[in-house]
Every structure is written in structure tokens, then in C-alpha cells.
């Protein structure tokens, strides 16, 4: 994977992370291919009546040397707003999202 970088700005932590990291499988000579490093995760807890949402960003689990599709994460960097506007927010920036429910 590409590096993460972390700064300090005036009084502000910036995290600049790679969109794609490269897929790694130990059978192949060569990558076959990259992938989105960050997944957009919507978690709805529905449990004993203590209904409630969290969101954010989740690292990508690379998987496809197993041929099973890509896991993550938990929540890494969680997102205060509406869910329609993380969607949103997730679209514009062209990273998936993946909604769970339990």
C-alpha cells in the first residue's frame, strides 16, 4: 500500500490517504490490479428497541487473492451528518458504500 501521511496544520491533523492501494497476491508475480482504500460504512443498530446509526470511512480488506469479494474495517473516521448525505458525500468522491444492519 501507498504511504499515509499525517501533518499538522495550524491547529488541524491532515491525513492524506492513497484512493487506490495496490491488490497483493503472494501466488502472482505482479499485482492484479488496485483497489479503493477506503470503504464508506453505514452501520443501523436495530437492537432491544435502542435504535441508532454510525458512519464513516472503514479501510478496505484486500481479498482478492482468495477470490472472495474485498472485507473492512471498522469505522475509522466517523461522519456526524445524515446518512443521505454521506451517500452523497461517498458518491462524489467515488468510493462505495456498504450499509449493515442488525
Known sequence: ??????????DKIVIEIP???ARCNPWMDESPGDYPTLTGLVMIHNKDGNDWDEMGFAYTIDMDYKDKPDQYTD?????GGEQKDFEKLCAKLGIGVVILED
Open 1 to 10: 500500500m501507498k504511504s499515509i501521511t499525517f501533518k499538522k496544520k495550524n
Open 19 to 21: 484512493f487506490w492501494s
Open 75 to 79: 469505522i475509522m473516521f466517523h461522519y
